[in-house]
């Protein structure tokens, strides 16, 4: 029990980075589950403006979903898109505020490892130190959906483009 509960909890610290970095450059949030909504089954949704805030059913996975991410997917594989229409589109940002935001959770289960791992040798924080640890080093994999994936691919194939006016 105690490791899923260190588990679950490093998921939500590590997109809760995501979060507050894409929050912090201005970068709009459609979708933002506690947990995975996994076939639409959700304990609770709440629409804030154009924000989708949840709580899914599914303990094992959290996420966090930015404006124009599929677009930025179809860019980095050379197909061509639209330009984007909302500034609060993830293209309108420099590609170091990009890939900040990309490895905004990473960061945080890495910084996490560090502190408790050190701090806490032993004891139940020492089992949150080695999830986080594993978590942050999984997500640097340059595989498909992760996020040493995402910040790879941002080779500047995607160029900022200019924030519209409205």
């Known amino acids: 029990m105690l490791y899923a509960l260190a588990y679950v909890a490093a998921s939500v610290l590590h997109e809760l980075a995501h979060l507050l970095a894409a929050m912090w450059f201005g970068v709009r949030i459609e979708r933002a589950f506690l947990f995975a909504d996994v076939g639409g089954r959700v304990l609770f949704r709440r629409r804030r403006g154009?924000?989708?805030?949840?709580?899914?059913?599914?303990?094992?996975?959290?996420?966090?979903?930015?404006?124009?991410?599929?677009?930025f997917l179809h860019a980095i594989a050379g197909r061509k898109v639209t330009a984007p229409k909302d500034p609060g589109d993830i293209r309108?940002?420099?590609?170091?505020?990009?890939?900040?935001?990309?490895?905004?959770?990473?960061?945080?289960?890495?910084?996490?490892?560090?502190?408790?791992?050190?701090?806490?040798?032993?004891?139940?924080?020492?089992?949150?130190?080695?999830?986080?640890?594993?978590?942050?080093?999984?997500?640097?994999?340059?595989?498909?959906?992760?996020?040493?994936?995402?910040?790879?691919?941002?080779?500047?194939?995607?160029?900022?483009?200019?924030?519209?006016?409205?």
């Open 50 to 71: 154009k924000t989708v805030l949840g709580i899914g059913w599914w303990p094992l996975d959290s996420y966090v979903k930015l404006a124009g991410t599929g677009q």
């Open 92 to 166: 309108c940002r420099s590609r170091w505020q990009r890939r900040s935001i990309f490895l905004a959770g990473v960061a945080v289960n890495l910084t996490l490892a560090a502190w408790c791992l050190h701090h806490y040798p032993d004891g139940y924080l020492r089992v949150f130190g080695w999830w986080n640890l594993a978590m942050g080093a999984w997500n640097l994999i340059p595989m498909r959906g992760l996020d040493g994936w995402y910040a790879l691919k941002d080779n500047g194939a995607v160029a900022p483009t200019p924030i519209p006016q409205p």
